[in-house]
């Protein structure tokens, strides 16, 4: 009985490796706890140039969560993403990037769920192998598929891409870890840092990602996989749930820079079980209320 009950206590813990498990690949972390995702950073030193980055972002601008319930334009609102198995067909895919891409195979099912609009992203993970695979731009049909760019990782290993690559994103980074999940929640606990997009960066990336995706040399520009975090003095008390367990945890955790795209726009994954009025609610966090701090060291190519 006391084993039992012991296990109980660690399943329910918010914080344990178990806690970041998605519910239907159980077995497979999502990343090892020391994976920069699943790393806090509420105690980092708030970097020199925090202020001028914040202000190229936008300090008056709001977050936008980029996810939600119900559809858009036809499309489930943020990144989907299905689970497979060692039974899932795999497929051939050929790549634009293919010097910086994963051969494969990749396990695609039928009716694979892919992103709305221009970068149509598949995320794909693997419960058996415990293998994340992602995709951008991935078209065509199971005769023949194409994609941008692709990434295969292992959900146990901290393994990085090799310096200068991109992977499914423009960081080089993957998606998956980086998206607010329903699941967690209804939970009440996200564990890991979130991923946001901004709409000028520098050419120029930090630890842990390993690819920039611009021309610009503007050292107050934000360099891809730059952290921020929500500053602790902010109030999350008026929230409701949905909102306040996102902003909790861009306090612990913060959120890295993956891509180019609108400015404080957050990533997660689609769910009927959005409140899409909660999570809009963040609207009122402004960039102004956000930090920079200091992660890991800078590549400027």
Known sequence: MRRLA?????????????????????????????????????????????????RSIGADVGLHPDFGSGLYAGHPIGIPFDVVTKKTPRTHVSFTYADESDKGPYPIPRNVHIE?????????????????????????????????????????S??????GWTSADAAGLPIFPGLARYDEVARGVIDHALRFTVARTRRAYVYPARHYASSLTDPSLPPMGLRV???????????????????????????????????????????????????????RVKGADFEVVQTGPLTVP
């Open 116 to 156: 709305g609009g221009s970068d149509r992203h598949a995320l794909l993970i693997d419960r058996d192998a415990c293998r994340l695979y992602e995709l951008f731009a991935l078209t065509g049909s199971r005769s023949g598929r194409q994609a941008g760019s692709g990434a295969i990782w292992n959900l146990r």
């Open 229 to 283: 975090r929500l500053k602790a003095g902010f109030d999350v008390g008026g929230f409701p749930k949905q909102a306040r367990v996102i902003l909790v945890a861009l306090k612990r955790y913060g959120m890295l820079v993956a891509d180019n795209g609108s400015n404080w726009f957050i990533s997660g994954a689609p769910n009927a079980y959005w409140n899409n009025d909660d999570l809009h609610t963040l609207g």
């Open 158 to 163: 901290n393994k990085l891409r090799p310096s």
């Open 6 to 54: 012991l296990l109980a206590l660690i399943l329910v813990v918010p914080g344990s490796a178990q806690a970041l498990r998605l519910p239907s690949a159980p077995r497979c972390p999502i990343f090892p706890r020391a994976n920069p995702w699943n790393t806090r950073v509420d105690k980092l030193a708030v970097a020199a140039n925090s202020d001028a980055i914040i």
